[in-house]
């Protein structure tokens, strides 16, 4: 720039001097049309000119110098642009990149949270799959191995288990598996000297559970039965062994407030329950022998119950019912001089309904030898009990009331000897009987339980498994209901899974019960004066010859029971359990059972009270349906 300077402070001191010079010099730059001969230039023209021809050069110079310097600056100001689209384009290349980055994140995320509902989805796939193979693996198998059947609205359950039984007896009672412990026979009786040994199925059982839920109420109905009839001996004295003998038949409402009706034939309420008052939760000792324990308080019988319960069972639950259920007198001994106007029941007739065996005589007409008598009942057994339940104890109580009534022409005359005389006019009488019962069942934890059961009363005989006397006959002819009391205790271990031991100890009692006549003589149930002298003879020959044994004393052995008691111990093993194949069981029970007479009048030979026993062994196999 100091060069360019320099030539410009030179052009414009050249200009000044020009413009100081003639005008002739100036005209004299314009070209003539016929040029003179050249003039010699001076020196100072010559300066002059070489001074233009300089700055023309160096006008051309700065001229080509602003062209560049312009040129230059185009360039900075392109470099600039340039500069400022490189920055723009980076900062918009950032952008992008920022923006990619950003996408990328975000695409990212979308690959985890896809890659996440992926996953998901495989596991929510698995998890349906196992529903689909579960719930398909459930209906095939409820369709294949259904739990009930269904009919409408009503689900069916059946009930059954497939038994072989057996038992071996040191002295022969002529009974099957069930033991009639009342009639175990003393040495005088035949039988008494030989074992008997029989197998049986007739204790296989059939029935079914229906059920019916009506929303606010539920209808329960349930049967079971059995092959235990005798069909000539079938009665109703305590099981109702008519054949096919029906066990349990009845049906029930229940609410959801805990009231029910039930009504059939069914366990008597006066059976120990497991829990509350319901039927089907009666508790029975785990024997083979279908008649029991000695002790042990049942029947089945029709009848009618009315039950609620109140509260819970983790709580504490309390449960009342009353039943009225069908009467009977049972085992009615009358010991001595007695009177014989009288009578309280009939026996059954041809073309009735109950047994008439034995009582068909010449041509069709009724007999008076019936094998079974039914009782002229006036009232039903009315019975009520109340029951407390929580998880690890059951506790019950209850009452029974019952009705003895006979018809008799009264008795005019009571001689010591002779006949007796009577009233030409029927009298009927009825006597009050009944009771008081109870159970009590502990549960040690899973490995034990201990129950207790007993009843007291009058005329309660027919309640224990012995079917000792209800009642006797007083000397004016009407009923005297004989004191009973007979009790259970039950002691049942689970020492393993599959196995089960128990041990049991019962006693029926039935207290001496005699009336003195107006003559002297003693009646009733058990006097002092009856003979026992030969219950312990041997058998008499009769020089009759056959086949039939018996169980009665060949002599004289007229002393009713006293008491009778069993102790038995026993296991069942399970050899096989499953809840869609059912359950293989097998068990072994031993009893030692002693019966007791009433002291009478003995010998040399018969102690005072003559008893008789009983050793027993039971086998069996059971297959329960599950």
Not at 207 to 216: D, P, R, T, V, Y
Not at 537 to 554: H, Q, V
């Amino acid at each position: 720039m100091s060069v360019l300077a320099a030539v410009m402070i030179g052009a414009m001191s050249i200009s000044m001097q020009g413009q100081t010079a003639s005008p002739a010099a100036t005209k004299d730059k314009k070209p003539a049309k016929h040029e003179p001969a050249k003039k010699k230039e001076t020196e100072t023209e010559k300066q002059l000119r070489e001074m233009q021809e300089q700055m023309k050069a160096q006008q051309v110079e700065i001229d080509a110098l602003k062209s560049q310097l312009a040129g230059k600056d185009q360039q900075v100001t392109a470099a600039q642009q340039s500069a400022t689209a490189a920055q723009a384009q980076a900062a918009d290349a950032s952008a992008a990149a920022a923006s990619a980055n950003t996408a990328a994140q975000q695409s990212s995320s979308k690959v985890d949270a896809l890659s996440s509902t992926v996953a998901d989805l495989k596991s929510t796939d698995a998890g349906l799959t196992e529903t689909v193979v579960t719930t398909q693996q459930k209906l095939n198998e409820a369709i294949e191995s259904p739990a009930a059947l269904h009919y409408k609205g009503i689900t069916i359950t059946p009930v059954a288990f497939f038994a072989a039984e057996g038992v071996w007896r040191q002295h022969s009672v002529n009974s099957d598996i069930n033991t009639p412990f009342n009639s175990i026979p003393f040495p005088s009786a035949n039988e008494g000297h030989v074992s008997e040994l029989n197998f049986s199925g007739r204790q296989s059982r059939l029935g079914g559970l229906f059920e019916g839920n009506a929303g606010s109420f539920k209808l329960t109905g349930y049967a079971e039965m059995d092959f235990l009839g005798t069909g000539t001996s079938s009665n109703n004295n305590q099981s109702n062994s008519y054949v096919l003998r029906q066990r349990q038949i009845w049906g029930k409402a229940e609410t959801t407030g805990g009231f029910a009706v039930t009504g059939g034939q069914m366990w008597s309420l006066v059976t120990e329950n497991r829990r509350s008052v319901d039927a089907r939760t009666e508790i029975q000792p785990q024997t083979i022998d279908p008649q029991y324990l000695v002790g042990y308080t049942w029947t089945r019988q029709p009848g009618f119950r009315v039950q609620q319960k109140f509260g819970e069972l983790k709580t504490g639950m309390f449960s009342m019912a009353a039943s009225v259920e069908q009467a009977q007198i049972t085992s009615f001994t009358a010991n001595g001089t007695n009177p014989t106007e009288y009578f309280f029941a009939g026996i059954g007739q041809n073309g009735g309904l109950y047994n008439a065996a034995g009582n068909i005589g010449n041509g069709n007409t009724a007999g008076s030898g019936g094998i079974t008598t039914y009782a002229n009942n006036v009232a039903p057994d009315l019975i009520i009990k109340a029951a407390f339940d929580v998880p690890m104890f059951h506790v019950e109580v209850g009452g029974i009331g019952r009705w003895l009534r006979d018809y008799y022409y009264p008795v005019l005359t009571n001689p010591a000897v002779g006949t007796y005389t009577y009233a030409s006019n029927y009298v009927s009488h009825t006597s009050a009987a009944g009771g008081v019962f109870g159970a009590a069942r502990v549960y040690v934890q899973k490995f034990a339980e201990i129950g207790v059961q007993a009843m007291a009363g009058t005329g309660v005989g027919r309640y224990g498994s012995s079917q000792l006397a209800d009642a006797t006959l007083r000397p004016d002819e009407t009923l005297e209901p004989v004191r009973n009391y007979h009790g259970l205790l039950s002691i049942e271990t689970h020492p393993a899974p599959k196995l089960d031991v128990y041990f049991y100890y019962g006693g029926e009692y039935a207290q001496r019960t005699v009336y003195t006549t107006a003559a002297g003589n003693l009646i009733g149930y058990g006097p002092n004066n009856l003979s026992d002298a030969g219950c312990y003879n041997l058998p008499t020959f009769a020089g009759t010859g056959g086949t039939a044994g018996s169980i009665s004393a060949t002599g004289a052995c007229g002393s009713p029971t006293r008491y009778i008691q069993e102790a038995m111990g026993g296991l069942t093993y399970r050899v096989y359990s499953n809840p869609k194949f059912g359950r293989l069981q097998y068990q072994l029970t031993y009893s030692y059972i002693q019966r007791n007479l009433w002291s009478g009048v003995g010998s040399g030979t018969t102690p005072t009270g003559p008893r008789a026993t009983e050793p027993m062994i039971h086998v069996g196999m059971r297959y329960y349906i599950p």
